[in-house]
């Protein structure tokens, strides 16, 4: 009994402490929501507002837009005690508020990448999707066309017109077509950052002498690893997006891409074959570290990453003088595109389907990639360089390297993601096996000829 | 027979409330999915095409990778089941600080996945903490690229699954320890019974429900809860080498488009096979019971 | 109990469970300790100690995130989860050890093999309910998905737990005339409150760590949880791994609270009883 009465007491002491976990939750949900408060005025201040607006429907005249964040730096590595309305797009936001009085941005931060994906198309299912939202472009777009309104009745010809990128977004990569979005910003295109430090260390200096073939471009991978440094850091799927796509795309063309995601043309042929080995030799050659590449790259333990204008800000604060830059070397001489690179406009805002204010939603989207904003989120450090046809790099930016990357971007040789092209199950499932092929665990014409059969199979189900 | 009837409703009315809540969030949807396994489905719209993704996921070769991939975790749980008595043995014979240790124990059952994952990610990459230690203590040449590789893939997964059910583990065992009446063993002392026997011919024996609740339930979490796991720490790599079959339905339901149907009829399938195994297994620890 | 072993084998126990616990805990010290350092400092050394100790991480995180709104959210959230989860499982527990009726081992076995049921490919359906019921991004809707989802095991263990309540305590209550209500919370409830503690932490720290339902299923700030925040701002941050430790540690520290908060409740009275 005794053991009876103990448990009533325990059972008492559990229930209070519900209700009292109950009622600080409810609390402290309620003062934070009513009041908005320490830290982030703004922010708190707006949501409530929000909520009080689409609850109340007091202002009927105030247009809210709900915009999902998946792309805007929040957080600042090199400066931790930045506030949250200090950020570039809180600040964008507050500029448009204040130009057009009868809109509300309702701003949340939402995981970015294939999460983001995710919750689109849960959103997009339940007719509840964002207003606006940023998305990678390409076929990772067009996989969710059944939740993202066409824009074309929203476009001026003047809009399309200024800015580049649109086959990125219009059906089919035409160039005319029905449009699911509007290109935002440009990548850049991907080439080689090194570190000249360590060049110089093993006797090399591609400024002078850059390696124009697959041979002489070991040469100088042999040369640094003899000279005692790792000479290539890439992510753990072998940089299968930004380097060796890049071979395979200068190998077959931009049409030959397409030919493979048709069917009309294999992965598993003898060129591409010859990519893969070659490819893969650099790993078996001992050329590669698959381990935080970008850290190890800023402190001076690998001498050269693939990277485009992303990476460039990053790579500039820690190398600062020591950074080069040049473009991956052909993998031969017979491939169709020579000089390149890969990039092009990676990302685009999109409407969801259940925008209640589609014309408000694109008119934001056409504020945020304006020239002026543009401008504005490249000197914040936003790793995007502008799309803005008549735009010059040289009017806002001194990086050398900056210049030379919108002059890449422009050049005809400059191939569009070939990861955006592929269906994005494709895309995921490239990557994913390739982390097997470089660690030779995966035999390479075994790689490309599951990659038909993933291929046949998504076509199939087509 | 009024006082029968009055049992069975006030027990019929217990129940309704649970019922009516699994009826809403677990019958429903589990119908809807089975209907939707027969089409093809984007969320919106979806149309009948009968046993086509059965026929698919039957005949291009990855259900089998998939459940060879669950089968590994499965093989691990006497492992972990094992480590569990003994931890749990070893503290009920009253160490100074049981207490204290089955606390710490527990804490990394706590630990959300994603903690886990990326703690994981950073412990074991080449330049990580783990291959250091490895290497001052002259085990390994300290490059060993953990995640890279599908058989120390799974040790890293493993390692993580056994720290984060230890916890869990002692915390049940101790309560069934606790519920073998001290007389027993006193008994069994003045029988002359030594430590080894009675640890086998009483302890265990009364353990037997507590064991069989533990495996069944690890062993539904093998099927069906490793999902967040493997995704934070492997993303089913290298290659698809460590994803289970609930990762595979995600794969399919949100990073592929137009493919929910398949992923309908992928949890189909992967019901009928828990159902199956945990029938068995319940089955098969009632016989051990008796 | 009652035997004292020798003191090496004592020695060797100890041993034996200090080196668990060791491996079993380093991962959170390594944690708390890497959260405040710098990134060079950390990537100089990843198993040394901080030099100099930097808390700028913590200073970003509090200036990025509203903390107390995003700990009320997912408390008040768990707790509310929890609260429904018992009012659903304690009922249907007790029916099923104790009250006599037709189709109770069918019903039962009904509820278990749910259990079995992989809850990811319910997102869609489910999603598409709670829009329809006008829940979605409100805590309604997480609410429900984790109190029903956790009701099979919730029910599993209690039932297991229940069958061990003497008879005799339940025919006496018979006797007196005391209703049913009244057995349930009178003598029921008392009796199960190890188990139901055992579930508190089982249940709440797992949905603390929750990620997937609450990132579907709420989308606003306003209602955010904690570890759908850390995840969404810091997982773009992969080249800090500091910052990005101090966020998880963040996350971390409340549930290991309700822990240890919780487990001094857990009287070695919690019995497992025979799983049929």
Known sequence: MNGKRKGTALLLAGSLMLLSACGNGANGNSENGGSGNDGSPAASGASASASASSSGGDSGKKIKLVFWNTSYPTIDENDKTKKKEDFYIYKAIARYEAAHPNVEIDIQDIPDGTNAMTKFQTAGIANNGPDVTNLWSGNYTMDLKAFIQPLNSYLQQTDIDSMTGWNAVTENFADSGTIYGVPDGSDGTIGILYNKKLFAAAGLDPEKSPPTSYDEFVAMLKKLKDSGVTPIGSESDGDFVYFLDYWFAQTVGTSGINDIVNGKLNFNNPKLLKVMQGYLQLYKDGFVTNDQPQTQFYNGKVALIFGGYGYLNDARAALGDDLGMMKIPNFSDDVVVKNGGIGGTGADFVVSKSSRHPEEAVKFILFLVSKDEQIARFKDGYGKLLNIKNADAREFADDPFVIKQQEWASEPSTIFWPDNIYPSELSDYISSLNALVIKQQLDPGDFLAKLDQKRDEINAQK | MHYRTRESLSGYLSLLPAFLALGAIVFYPMVNTFYHSFTKWNGADSHWIGLRNYRFIFSNGELWTLLRNNAVFLLSIPGILLLSLVVSVLLFEEVRGWRFFRSLYYIPTILSSVVVGMLMKMMFAPSGVVNEMLRALGLTDGTTEWLSRAPTAFLVLIFCFYWQTLGQGALIFLSGLSSISPEIYESASLDGAGWWQRLFRITMPSLVPTIVYFTVTNAIYCFIGLFSLVYAVTQGGPGRETTPIDYMIYIKAFQSPDQLGYASALSIVLFVIVLLASWAQIRWSRRYQE | ?276
């Open chain 3, 1 to 276: 109990m009652a035997k004292r072993k020798s003191l090496p084998v004592r020695l060797v126990v100890y041993l034996v469970l200090v080196a668990i616990a060791v491996v079993d805990f380093y991962p959170v010290v390594y944690m708390a300790v890497n959260s405040s350092r710098t990134a060079v400092d950390f990537f100089r050394d990843p198993g040394g100690l901080p030099a100099p100790w930097y808390f700028d991480n913590f200073k970003a995180l509090y200036y990025r995130f509203d903390v107390l709104r995003l700990f009320g959210n997912t408390l008040g959230d768990t707790a509310a989860a929890f609260a429904l989860a018992m009012a659903l499982s304690i009922p249907a527990s007790f029916a099923f050890a104790k009250i006599r009726f037709r189709y109770r081992s069918g019903l039962y076995m009904t509820v278990i093999a749910t259990m079995t049921i992989p809850g990811i490919t319910f997102v869609v359906p489910n999603f598409l309910l709670m829009s329809r019921l006008g829940l979605v991004d409100h805590p309604a809707s997480v609410v429900i998905m984790w109190a029903v989802t956790s009701v099979p095991s919730n029910i599993f263990l209690l039932v297991a737990l229940m069958r061990g309540i003497p008879d005799e305590i339940l025919e006496a209550a018979k006797v007196d005339g005391i209703s049913y209500v009244q057995t349930v919370a009178r003598i029921v409830l008392p009796l199960s409150v190890p188990g139901i503690v055992t579930l508190a932490i089982f249940n709440t720290t797992g949905w603390w760590n929750d990620l997937f339902t609450p990132l579907i299923f709420l989308q606003s700030d306003e209602w955010k949880t904690m570890t759908v925040a850390v995840a969404t701002i810091l997982k773009r941050f992969d080249t800090d791994y500091p910052l990005l430790l101090a966020g998880l540690f963040m996350t971390s520290v409340p549930p290991m609270l309700i822990y240890v908060a919780l487990q001094k409740y857990i009287k070695r009275g919690l019995v497992i009883g025979s799983v049929k």
